[in-house]
């Protein structure tokens, strides 16, 4: 599914619309995100491996197949965690996974209003320390970041 909603928004505007990164590619297809180190010269986090990344694409959508209708945030968040570690394609992973997200969420009614944050940093925050950390208290306070921002579908019109 990554794969066909990529290639639909951005066909025409990328030359890898619709494909993952491939060993093949530039600097053998790896790719760095998250915050940039002056001493570095490069973001902090690497994405999968290209050989690695439709099993790590599978294992982030296992959260939303494996969903428990009590909890279906909590699944959208681990996928979307997971989906941006991977990192499967050169460009445009968070707006894939925000879509991909919000369209899980609308078979509960719900829908997380992404412009609502007061500013990105506190989301990127939060993310960044789920990637480095790998703790449940960074998932839980992400977690309650997101929620701030979910809303029911019938609420919407009073947002």
Known sequence: MPLTI???IYNGLFKFAGSYREKHDPSGGGVHFGPQHAQKRKPVFQGDAPGEIKEGVYRAIRFLCDASTDNPIRAAI????????????????GRIARLIVNIFLYEYGLNINWSEFDSKSKFIKALN?????????????LEKLIRKFTHKIDDLDSV
């Not at 941006?84 to 992973?93: K, M, R, T, W």
């Not at 950390?133 to 839980?140: E, I, L, M, T």
């Open 6 to 8: 990529h290639k639909f």
């Open 78 to 93: 681990c996928f979307y965690q997971a989906f941006i570690e991977v990192h499967p394609f050169y460009d445009a992973n």
């Open 129 to 141: 320390w789920c990637h480095k950390s790998k703790s449940r208290q960074a998932f839980d306070k």
